[in-house]
């Protein structure tokens, strides 16, 4: 059972380029989380999104950052005109949809380090 | 979701357990314990979750107090490549809005040789 792929894992743009991060949950998973980690820093939450639903973006700034998880294809987080300040590392996680306290445990990906020059 | 305390860094022989505390004294009755580690450079990785009994697993065994103010993780036998940040995290187990990880800085385990 393969786990969350995320892809590219390494991602370099210019200023003010567009990055999209693409991530596939887990097999049955419907639950998709983006988190993101600055340098030196902890992980920050930042969208919760099941299939064609935005659930929660409490964490997502609120200009040029967008996320979607379609009801085909992988999720994806789209960071426009990037700035240096972008850079991270940003990590997918999924949860399965069902019953019982199981269905809220997250499984992270290897996550996509993001650098903008 | 309540806030956890743990100690920025701990050191153990490899082969012997690791021990890592975690301090949750504002946890509520529907509140779970959960711990992820983070390898250098990678994704975090699940090991163990608890509401107010004892779990072992595979990987870890996880303590809990009996007034659930605290817990300790259990890593039986550290090897060098149990060297990671741990997290200990608490949060409701819901539905509803707010699913999300609220990670602190957590307890950087060297194991040593």
Known sequence: N???????RHLVRRRG?????????MKGHSHVYWYRQLPE??????????????????????????????????SILRIQQVVRGDSAAYFCASSPQGTGIFQETQYFGPGTRLLVL | DAKTTQPPSMDCAEGRAANLPCNHSTISGNEYVYWYRQIHS???QYIIHGLKNNETNEMASLIITEDRK??????????LRDTAVYYCIVRILTMEYGNKLVFGAGTILRVKS
């Not at chain 1, 990055?19 to 949950?25: E, F, I, N």
């Open chain 2, 42 to 44: 990678q994704g975090p």
């Open chain 1, 41 to 74: 820093e902890g992980l920050k939450f930042m969208v919760y999104l099941q299939k064609e639903n935005i659930i929660d973006e409490s964490g997502m700034p609120k200009e040029r950052f967008s996320a979607e998880f379609p009801k085909e294809g992988p």
């Open chain 1, 17 to 25: 380029q567009e990055a999209r991060l693409r991530c596939s949950p």
């Open chain 1, 2 to 8: 393969a786990g969350v792929m995320q892809n590219p």
């Open chain 2, 70 to 79: 605290s817990s300790t993780l259990i890593l039986p036998h550290a090897t």
